[in-house]
């Protein structure tokens, strides 16, 4: 498999307000890359986000804006790119409503949601929280809300789900994302 992992943390309750970014790509079945960056987001932080990921203004404020980082991974949101995220709702809208913030282009590129796919391939799973499944299916996972360790792990669970149940069980939850 050939796909890209992202995770994004938020400052505020708004999904325009990026805060952290992490992608991890995968190639052949490995991961190949990682790049993660924190962002600042020019808005002020809640402290409920705070609380989550552990990321304070003072820690953005040298930190690039969005519109900065763009160039470096658009390359990485084109229509025949897999993306995918842990919760991809969150991660897509949060990158959909940063773009349209600063009026950037919207890409459309392929999407898979591993909370998706992993209520389907393990129904009896107690919850399919990230850290959760990453328990269960012994997955190694430092840090939850920290956006590199959570992008790393979202790779490895859909690594181990094509392993274990094959291209043909994933398909049916590949979308384009527009």
Known sequence: MNFVAIDFETAASKRAS?????????????????????INPEVPFNWRNIKVHGIHERDVADAPTFPEIWPKIKAFFTPDQLVVAHNATFDNSVLKKTLERYHIPQPHYLTLDTLKVTRKLFPDFADHKLNTVC????????????????????ANILCYEQREFGDAKLKPFVKVFK
């Open 18 to 38: 990026a805060c952290s970014l992490a992608l991890t790509v995968v190639r052949n079945n490995e991961i190949a890359s990682e790049f993660y960056t924190l």
């Open 135 to 154: 328990e269960n299916l012994e997955i190694e996972l430092n840090h939850h809300h920290n956006a590199l360790d959570d992008s790393l792990a979202c």
